[in-house]
Nanobody, 127 residues
Framework: QVQLVESGGGLVQAGGSLRLSCEAS????????MGWFRQAPGKERDVVAA????????YYADSVKGRFTISRDNAKNTVYLQMNSLKPEDTAVYYC????????????????????WGQGTQVTVSS
């Protein structure tokens, strides 16, 4: 079992930055694909970014390309999401997710492909 705990959410003005962290326990993340998802009120949960466990491939939703950066520190069992130039439409609960993958250069972009989820952290961007 993998337990994931997100932190770093909060209230920020438009144009500001936040850095989300997701710390894992239970197993080493070195063979796990990691992803960040978000869910706004009344909307479906959508992928924001994903990263392979070799850190050589990343994915970003079009809405966050150039503003968000996903990274990971396997030694610390932690994945990060640096969010810059935040917009009110980025307001959502952000979740991290993990799933084992035998290909170190692959990632998943759909929620059903992930086995483990954190409890979420609220990000609110005011205009």
């Amino acid at each position: 079992q993998v337990q994931l705990v997100e932190s770093g959410g909060g209230l920020v003005q438009a144009g500001g930055s936040l850095r989300l962290s997701c710390e894992a326990s239970g197993r080493k993340l070195s063979s796990y694909v990691m992803g960040w998802f978000r869910q706004a009120p009344g909307k479906e949960r959508d992928v924001v970014a994903a990263i392979s466990w070799r850190e050589d491939n990343t994915y970003y939703a079009d809405s966050v390309k150039g503003r968000f950066t996903i990274s990971r520190d396997n030694a610390k069992n932690t994945v990060y999401l640096q969010m810059n130039s935040l917009k009110p439409e980025d307001t959502a609960v952000y979740y991290c997710a993990a799933s084992y993958h035998d290909n170190g250069s692959s990632y998943y972009t759909h929620g059903y492909q992930y086995d483990y989820w954190g409890q979420g952290t609220q990000v609110t961007v005011s205009s």
